[in-house]
């Protein structure tokens, strides 16, 4: 089944904000940041059902080498897949569970 994206608005803040941080870090950091969101997004559009159910209904994927969490349900009757959060490992309870 093919699915479309849909995600919260907070999910912008959330990609903004750590693409903030990396570029102070070091110059084009943010861009791998970015990458590493794409590609992980594009894997759980692919197989969502793949990825166990954690609390809420919400699923959890992860890029493969920044520390954050990409929160995530399937929308059934819609085809969708609902990104809530991406968030840093270490803030993902608190900002994350806030949103559902």
Same mark, same amino acid.
């Given at each position: 089944?093919? $699915?479309?994206?849909?995600?919260?608005?907070?999910?912008?803040?959330?990609?903004?904000? !750590?693409?903030?941080? $990396?570029?102070?870090?070091?110059?084009?950091?943010?861009?791998?940041?970015?990458?590493?969101i794409?590609?992980?997004?594009?894997?759980?559009?692919? !197989?969502?059902?793949?990825?166990?159910?954690? $609390?809420?209904n919400i699923r +959890?994927?992860?890029?493969?080498?920044?520390?954050?969490n990409?929160?995530?349900y +399937?929308?059934?009757?819609?085809?969708? +897949?609902?990104?809530? !959060?991406?968030?840093?490992?270490?803030?993902?309870?608190? +900002? !994350?569970?806030?949103?559902?």
């Amino acid at each position: 089944m093919a $699915y479309q994206l849909q995600y919260f608005d907070e999910v912008g803040t959330d990609i903004r904000e !750590a693409k903030i941080w $990396y570029r102070e870090q070091k110059e084009g950091l943010e861009i791998a940041f970015a990458n590493a969101i794409i590609k992980a997004i594009d894997k759980i559009l692919r !197989a969502p059902e793949s990825y166990a159910i954690r $609390y809420r209904n919400i699923r +959890i994927a992860h890029p493969k080498v920044f520390p954050y969490n990409i929160h995530f349900y +399937i929308d059934e009757p819609n085809s969708s +897949i609902v990104i809530t !959060a991406i968030v840093h490992n270490k803030r993902q309870e608190v +900002i !994350a569970r806030k949103r559902i």
